[in-house]
């Protein structure tokens, strides 16, 4: 089993950066593909940016596409998720999430872990 937590977030002008980082406990992530999902208030949880196991594909969210980068240190068991030019319509609890599934996949189903989320707030 894999615990992760995030950490990171916080309030931000519009434009500005954050990077999350998700650290994972337990077991080693080199096995899992590990993924990063938001939820705003009242909305779904969706997408954001998953990367493979030895982080040679990623996949990003249209919405972040240009905008957010996520990469993988296997070595640390650490993900992370640089955000730039964040814009209001990013405001929402971020969660990490790790998955036994390979492949690139978007579906939160997919994913076994999941951690409790940070608040990134954007404001304009």
């Known amino acids: 089993q894999v615990e992760v937590v995030e950490s990171g977030g916080g309030l931000v002008q519009a434009g500005g950066s954050l990077r999350l980082s998700c650290a994972a406990s337990g077991r080693s992530i080199s096995s899992y593909a590990m993924g990063w999902f938001r939820q705003a208030a009242g909305k779904e949880r969706e997408f954001v940016a998953t990367i493979t196991l030895m982080g040679l594909s990623k996949r990003y969210a249209d919405s972040v596409l240009g905008r957010f980068t996520i990469s993988r240190d296997n070595a640390k068991n650490t993900v992370y998720l640089q955000m730039n030019n964040l814009k209001p319509e990013d405001t929402a609890v971020y969660y990490c999430?790790?998955?036994?599934?390979?492949?690139?996949?978007?579906?939160?189903?997919?994913?076994?872990?999941w951690g409790l989320g940070t608040q990134v707030t954007v404001s304009s």
């Open positions: 999430s790790a998955g036994r599934r390979p492949g690139l996949s978007n579906l939160a189903d997919e994913y076994d872990y």
